[in-house]
């Protein structure tokens, strides 16, 4: 099993700009989520899907849309990019009542 | 709402030497307790949970309810213990979402 991954690894944006995070999980979990890690405030709850065609917002939800219309990918679309979105991007998966595995990072830069 | 507060950016020990890492929480419920660690250029992986109550490389970690703590403890340190370290919290019957509240992190140096 490759676990999570992720897409790209670094990515640099003009402000305005959109792109799409990618994550993928061949383990057959049902949750996945998205987090963003900033310095100093740990890593904060974007989006997350319990299952396909499920998605619902977490603590940082703006600025970003999700989907999941299978259970193995689950994609993070920023739709006009900011400054204030770099940071590094963590995508995780679990099964029920499990703990969560997380993805490699995404490092995005705003500028 | 959760949180989960870690009063130390920083630590640094020598080898050899006890570790305690902090880390305190606000629930209203029954929570679950968790410690992440980061490596340099590793992903986030679980180090231990409180309901396993495990020793995981010589970490242990006892949830206490009376102070709502959950430190990290280790007698003795080694070099390769130097890493990011993160409590996370999660409510205990939220099998389903696995929302985590993790704390601002304290980094771990053991210096030699």
């Known amino acids: 099993n490759a676990g999570v991954t992720q897409t790209p690894k670094f990515q640099v944006l003009k402000t305005g700009q959109s792109m799409t995070l990618q994550c993928a999980q061949d383990m057959n979990h049902e949750y996945m989520s998205w987090y963003r890690q900033d310095p100093g405030m740990g890593l904060r709850l974007i989006h997350y899907s319990v299952g396909a065609g499920i998605t619902d917002q977490g603590e940082v939800p703006n600025g970003y849309n999700v989907s999941r219309s299978t259970t193995e990918d689950f994609p993070l679309r920023l739709l006009s990019a900011a400054p204030s979105q770099t940071s590094v991007y963590f995508c995780?998966?679990?099964?029920?009542?499990?703990?969560?595995?997380f993805g490699p990072g995404t490092r995005l830069t705003v500028l | 709402a959760q949180r989960v507060t870690q009063p130390e950016k920083l630590l640094s020990v020598f080898k050899g030497a006890p570790v305690e890492l902090k880390c305190n929480y606000s629930y209203s419920g029954s929570p679950e307790l968790f410690w992440y660690v980061q490596y340099s250029r590793q992903r986030l992986q679980l180090l231990l949970r409180?309901?396993s109550r495990e020793s995981i490389k010589g970490f242990t970690a006892d949830l206490n309810k009376g102070e709502t703590s959950f430190h990290l403890k280790k007698p003795f340190a080694q070099e390769e213990d130097s890493a990011m370290y993160y409590c996370?919290?999660?409510?205990?019957?939220?099998?389903?979402?696995?929302?985590?509240?993790f704390g601002s992190g304290t980094r771990l140096q053991v210096q030699p």
């Open positions: 996370a919290l999660s409510p205990l019957m939220d099998t389903g979402r696995r929302a985590l509240t």
């Open positions: 409180h309901i």
């Open positions: 995780a998966s679990s099964p029920p009542g499990d703990t969560q595995y």
